[in-house]
């Protein structure tokens, strides 16, 4: 019997790569307003490779990004940079347009309900908190909790301990086939791929249920319940 439902937060239940990107645009047209000598083709470019490198969650990307490109650290373009980007993000965060509803039928059926992300946990907390997602969660697993990624077992075992729930009675739900489907199909939890948000839209995900919208959901719920 289904008890529980693990989420991926990034691109499963926020549009996170649109709010990075107009994010990014807007900090790179500061610090170009601010004095950075580059354009803002070349600037994107080169901050995305140092994305790459280090991590979309990078803390200290745009040091390191002044660094490449300016040879030193211009507080006045940095600062410049940091708050236009905070500023655009917290002005266009926001969940998918039925994640709120969906989230709330889901305990309206007594289901518990956990985040499991690879994103740093004060990061993943302020998401929640910006959106008013965070009392829907009873559990929220976060990179600092196992300092393991996706499709490691240890973030989907950490949730399921918390829980009290065992693979059969959970399933996960998250937009990264490498990471969340890979990972819970190692452990038997049931796989659901959240297509709607894939950065890398594999055409076999490998899940046992696919989402062409978070509403779909409640469709594979049933039917899992059903089972």
């Known amino acids: 019997m289904l008890k529980a439902v693990l989420f991926d937060l990034d691109n499963t239940l926020i549009d996170f790569m649109h709010v990075k990107k107009s994010s990014v645009d807007a900090a790179?047209?500061?610090?170009?307003?601010?004095?950075?000598?580059?354009?803002?083709?070349?600037?994107r470019r080169t901050l995305y490779e140092l994305y790459d490198k280090y991590g979309i969650e990078h803390h200290e990307i745009f040091q390191k990004f002044l660094q490449k490109v300016d040879k030193k650290v211009e507080y006045k373009i940095l600062a410049s940079g940091i708050v236009a980007y905070r500023k655009q993000q917290a002005g266009i965060m926001e969940p998918y347009g039925t994640v709120m509803p969906t989230l709330i039928k889901l305990r309206e059926q007594g289901l518990k309900l956990a985040i499991v992300t690879d994103a740093p946990r004060l990061k993943a907390w302020i998401r929640l908190v910006e959106l008013k997602l965070h009392d829907f969660f009873d559990v929220?697993?976060?990179f600092e909790d196992t300092k393991k990624y996706k499709p490691n077992p240890e973030p989907f075992e950490k949730a399921m301990k918390m829980l009290k729930v065992t693979p059969d009675e959970c399933m996960m739900v998250g937009d990264w086939a490498e990471r969340d489907i890979r990972g819970a199909n190692?452990?038997?939890?049931?796989?659901?791929?959240?297509?709607?948000?894939?950065?890398?839209?594999?055409?076999?995900?490998?899940?046992?249920?696919?989402?062409?919208n978070i509403?779909?959901?409640?469709?594979?719920?049933e039917k899992v319940q059903k089972s």
């Open 28 to 43: 790179l047209n500061a610090m170009i307003a601010a004095g950075l000598p580059m354009d803002q083709i070349k600037a």
């Open 186 to 212: 190692k452990l038997g939890i049931t796989s659901v791929f959240a297509r709607y948000g894939a950065l890398r839209p594999a055409k076999d995900s490998k899940a046992d249920y696919e989402l062409r």
């Open 140 to 142: 929220v697993v976060t």
């Open 215 to 221: 509403t779909d959901l409640l469709k594979v719920v």
